[in-house]
C-alpha cells in the first residue's frame, strides 16, 4: 500500500472554483477524514481521487482498486444481501467458494449474517448501511472511500456501525478517507483530520489522534478536547 499525495490540485466547475493550490496526503493503512462545512468540497475530492471526476495537478499512489461507501447504499434490489456482495466480488475473485467465504465472514463482521438470503427491501436502513461497509471490506481493494457513510442513522446505530466498521478495518488493514461534517464521527474514527474550508477550498487544520480508536470516547480528555477546538472553529464560521 502507498500513501496517496494530491499537489497543487485544482477543479472548478463552469469557472466555479472549488478547490485550488490544494495539498493533502492519506497515510497507508490508516484513517483520514476529511471534515468541513456542507458545499466546501469535500465530495469534490473524493471524487477526484476515486477518478469519478477529473481535476488539474497531481494525484499520486491510487491504488488499482478502490471500494466506495455512500449514505445510499446503492444496493441492487433483485439481489439478495448475498447476491449483492457477490456480484462485486464475481470480478476479482473466480472461486466460488472463496467469495461465499469471505461473504459470510464479512456478514459475521457486521453481526447480519442471518440476513444473507434476505432482500434489500427487508432490511432498515441502518442495517443497508451495515451490508454496504461489508462489501466495501469484502472487496479486495487498497483503499475505501466513504463519503458521508453514517448520514441519517440515529445515534445508536451510528455508533453500532462504528463499531462493525473499526473491526473490520482492523481485521482488513485498508487505507480510508472519511468525509463528513460530523466531528463526533471524525474524532471517533480517524488518524488524521483535515479540516477543509474557504472558497477556493484549502486544509486550514490538522489534528492527529493517536489513541486506540476501537475504545475512543467523546469524554476522553484528548478528544473531548480536540473536538473541542474544532467546534469553536466551526462556530466562528470559516
Ligand atoms: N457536478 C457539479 N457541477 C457543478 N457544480 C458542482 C458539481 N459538483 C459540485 N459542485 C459545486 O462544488 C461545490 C462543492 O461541492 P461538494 O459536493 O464537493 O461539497 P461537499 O462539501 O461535499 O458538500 P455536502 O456536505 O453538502 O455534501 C458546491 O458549490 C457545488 O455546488
Ligand atoms: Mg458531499
Redesign the pocket.
Known amino acids: 500500500m502507498k500513501d496517496i499525495v494530491l499537489k497543487n490540485v485544482k477543479k472548478s466547475?463552469?469557472g466555479?472554483t472549488?478547490i485550488e493550490n490544494f495539498d493533502m496526503m492519506l497515510e497507508a493503512g490508516k484513517i483520514t477524514c476529511l471534515l468541513?462545512?456542507?458545499?466546501?468540497?469535500?465530495?469534490?475530492?473524493l471524487n477526484i481521487i476515486g477518478g469519478l471526476t477529473t481535476a488539474e495537478g497531481s494525484v499520486a499512489g491510487i491504488p488499482e482498486s478502490i471500494s466506495y461507501v455512500f449514505q445510499e447504499t446503492n444496493l441492487a434490489p433483485n439481489l439478495t444481501v448475498s447476491g449483492n456482495l457477490d456480484f462485486v466480488l464475481r470480478a476479482k475473485i473466480k472461486s466460488k467458494e472463496e467469495r461465499g467465504k469471505m461473504i459470510a465472514e464479512v456478514l459475521e463482521a457486521v453481526g447480519l449474517i442471518e440476513y444473507a438470503d434476505s432482500y434489500p427491501c427487508q432490511l432498515s436502513i441502518g442495517m443497508a448501511q451495515r451490508i454496504s461497509m461489508a462489501r466495501a471490506f469484502a472487496y479486495p481493494s487498497e483503499l475505501i472511500l466513504m463519503d458521508?457513510p453514517f448520514r441519517g442513522l440515529d445515534i445508536a446505530n451510528k455508533s453500532k456501525l462504528i463499531d462493525y466498521f473499526l473491526a473490520l478495518w482492523q481485521k482488513k488493514g485498508k487505507t480510508v478517507l472519511l468525509?463528513t461534517?460530523n466531528i463526533d464521527e471524525a474524532v471517533l474514527l480517524s488518524d488524521r483530520i483535515f479540516m477543509l474550508s474557504g472558497k477556493p477550498a484549502k486544509i486550514t487544520a490538522q489534528f492527529n489522534l493517536s489513541s486506540d480508536k476501537t475504545c475512543r470516547k467523546l469524554s476522553d480528555q484528548d478528544i473531548s478536547e480536540v473536538f473541542a477546538k474544532i467546534y469553536d472553529t466551526f462556530a466562528v464560521g470559516i
Open positions: 466547475y463552469q466555479n472549488v468541513g462545512v456542507s458545499g466546501v468540497g469535500k465530495s469534490t475530492v458521508e468525509v461534517h
